[in-house]
């Protein structure tokens, strides 16, 4: 699941390249932050089938919303078990990028972001997996000119560090196999999600 970084093209083409007997969803929306993706907040409209999901949000929750890392990590938490209870096999959880503007309580939170979801996910569950920490891994040099969007070099970044994540996924099982990979749904906000 995803917000803008999910939603343009970029790290999720690239790992379709690699997987090109499996599918790869790219589903995203800009502006979404952890909140919009719980039940009722409209963008888990329904059902989704698919045997590994990764979720890449937190970015606006710091720069519009301002949500503390605690709420940030329950949400992820509520959403990864939505996820697993929908049918994902494996959740990876990436930690959002940093940014290159000039707005010091955003980089405080994603910093405290960067150190929350790790330790969310390294609880005792092996269906939630740490991903790659994006915090640390894009740096000067891999963001677009507004500072906060990945260039092409920051989402090969991702998708290499994403990989790794991947192994052990079988991308020609049967067809009645849920896809391969979900990184997010775009879905209109005026329909009720479907429980589980």
Not at 117 to 131: A, H, L, Q, R, V
Request: glycine share 8%; with cysteine.
């Amino acid at each position: 699941m995803g917000d803008s970084f999910t939603a343009r093209e970029g790290y999720s083409n690239l790992i379709a390249d690699e997987y090109p007997e499996g599918e790869v969803m790219r589903w995203g929306f800009g502006g979404t932050s952890t909140e919009n993706w719980l039940p009722g907040g409209g963008f888990l409209q329904r059902k989704p089938t698919v045997r590994v999901a990764s979720i890449l949000l937190g970015a606006n929750d710091a720069v519009m919303d301002k949500r503390p890392a605690d709420e940030v990590v329950e949400n992820l938490r509520l959403i990864s078990n939505l996820m697993l209870a929908f049918g994902a096999c494996r959740i990876v959880v990436m930690t959002p990028a940093s940014i290159e503007n000039d707005w010091p309580e955003a980089k405080v939170l994603l910093e405290d972001y960067s150190r929350a979801i790790p330790n969310f996910c390294n609880e005792p569950n092996d269906e939630i997996e740490c991903g790659p920490d994006l915090f640390h891994l894009l740096g000067e040099g891999d963001f677009l000119s507004d500072g906060i969007h990945p260039n092409p070099q920051g989402h090969a970044k991702i998708a290499e560090a994403l990989l790794p994540f991947l192994s052990g996924v079988d991308p020609t099982q049967s067809p009645s196999v849920p896809p391969l990979f979900i990184t997010a749904r775009i879905a209109p906000a005026d329909r009720e999600l479907i429980q589980p």
